[in-house]
């Protein structure tokens, strides 16, 4: 990841150019951006209009663009009288979301600001989202499209306004207590103070960053604001249907975050797997092959299946402690030593304690399912200590180095 500080007025000498470089503002506003050159120059002249008179602020660029947008930045933040840096990812880890956890990581105010760079969030409400939260004694101020003076007018036609509506009702649904005073967590425009944001207990994935904030490090006080969300200043939409389903997956992977939920994902797709379990068996016998082979080979059918929606939807975060090879042959020797371990504990529940064959049964999937789970847990998807993630190749130059 390259890191360019731009300083307000250019000058030749490097030491100079670090020397004018001003005092960390009041806040910091995150924008990050993917192939925006057409709006950016825009999104600088609103943030000088309306910003840094009533409030001191610097701009942190987190760019993901395969096009010039970084050039673009650089050749308008020469009029901005406030700092502009540009933080290029070689690797765009996380997508949006990854970008605005880099943008907090080298924030330098008390309050961070997050917009879009598209213009749809109007930079005239900053210095009023900072103040509401000075007033609330606030962590975290939405601007929200869903209290009285919000409005999603910006939104691009029924089908975009379907969507934003059907996954905010989903969302709040599947996080009451996490969401709750959050009218609109599907907003990319709030402010949240330095202190009340954690970075390296955060797991973004695609662009919904607040939710990601709200559930794994809210803060204890949050309040709201609203806002008119504007239409696009130039350029279409990122939203696809490739978003759409890795909105999907974090939502799984942020419902899936305690072991009490983990554990009930785990029976609920155990469960789906008796469908390609018994399609298998049909179709084998149906084949001519007899029903003890049949049946183990179709259960193999069933532990596949249940492997792709674990990994999917219940361990997303835990892939990269071993290779794909390795955690399935791990799963698939837990999954099959479930059927061979629950014949003698049925026969021990009968003739030890006596019970009947259909509670000794009963007895005995509930104890292989909880050491099925717990084993998958720990020999399967258990992290590594003293290992950190990926770090993605990045290359990072210090906040005052010019890069040409």
């Known amino acids: 990841m390259s890191q360019e500080s731009i300083v307000p007025s250019e000058l030749g000498d490097p030491a100079v150019q670090a020397a004018e470089v001003a005092e960390p503002g009041a806040v910091t506003i995150v924008v990050p951006t993917f192939n925006e050159s057409a709006n950016v120059r825009e999104l600088l002249h609103l943030i000088t209009e309306s910003v840094p008179a009533r409030l001191p602020c610097e701009v942190v660029f987190v760019d993901d663009s395969t096009d010039d947008t970084p050039e673009v930045i650089h050749e308008a933040a020469q009029d901005c009288p406030f700092p502009v840096t540009v933080l290029h990812r070689d690797e765009p880890v996380g997508g949006l979301g990854g970008a605005v956890v880099e943008g907090i990581r080298a924030a330098s105010s008390d309050w961070i600001v997050v917009m879009d760079g598209d213009c749809q969030h109007p930079p005239s409400l900053v210095p009023e989202?900072?103040?509401?939260?000075?007033?609330?004694?606030?962590?975290?101020?939405?601007?929200?499209?869903?209290?009285?003076?919000?409005?999603r007018a910006g939104l691009a036609g029924s089908y975009r306004v379907a969507v934003s509506r059907g996954a905010t009702w989903l969302?709040?649904?599947?996080?009451?207590?996490?969401?709750?005073?959050?009218?609109?967590?599907?907003?990319?425009?709030?402010a949240i103070r330095r202190s009340a944001v954690t970075a390296d207990v955060l797991q973004p994935l695609g662009y919904k960053i607040l939710l990601e904030l709200a559930v794994r490090n809210r803060p204890r006080q949050v309040t709201e604001v609203p806002f008119v969300f504007q239409d696009r200043f130039a350029g279409e939409s990122k939203s696809s249907?490739?978003?759409?389903?890795?909105?999907?997956?974090?939502?799984?992977?942020?419902?899936?975050?305690?072991?009490?939920?983990?554990?009930v994902g785990f029976g609920l797709i155990g469960a789906t797997g008796f469908v390609p379990n018994l399609l298998g068996l049909w179709a084998l016998t149906l084949a001519g092959m007899h029903y003890v082979p049949a049946e183990i080979l179709a259960n193999q059918f069933g532990v596949a299946w249940n492997f792709v929606l674990i990994e999917h939807l219940l361990f997303r975060d835990r892939r990269r402690h071993r290779r794909w090879w390795d955690r399935a042959g791990r799963f698939a020797l837990l999954a099959n030593a479930?059927?061979?371990?629950?014949?003698?504990?049925i026969a021990l529940f009968v003739h030890r304690f006596g019970m009947g064959a259909l509670s000794a049964t009963a007895l005995a999937l509930v104890t292989t399912f909880v050491l099925r789970f717990a084993g998958t847990e720990a020999l399967v998807y258990l992290p590594r200590r003293g290992r950190g993630g990926p770090e993605g190749g990045r290359t990072a130059r210090s906040a005052h180095e010019k890069t040409p």
Do not use: W
């Open 129 to 151: 989202l900072v103040a509401t939260g000075e007033r609330a004694n606030a962590g975290l101020v939405v601007a929200s499209r869903y209290i009285k003076g919000g409005s």
């Open 241 to 263: 249907a490739q978003e759409g389903l890795r909105f999907l997956r974090h939502l799984a992977g942020l419902r899936a975050a305690s072991p009490v939920a983990r554990m």
């Open 171 to 190: 969302t709040k649904s599947l996080f009451p207590r996490k969401l709750r005073g959050i009218s609109d967590p599907m907003s990319g425009f709030f």
């Open 338 to 345: 479930d059927l061979v371990l629950r014949i003698p504990l």
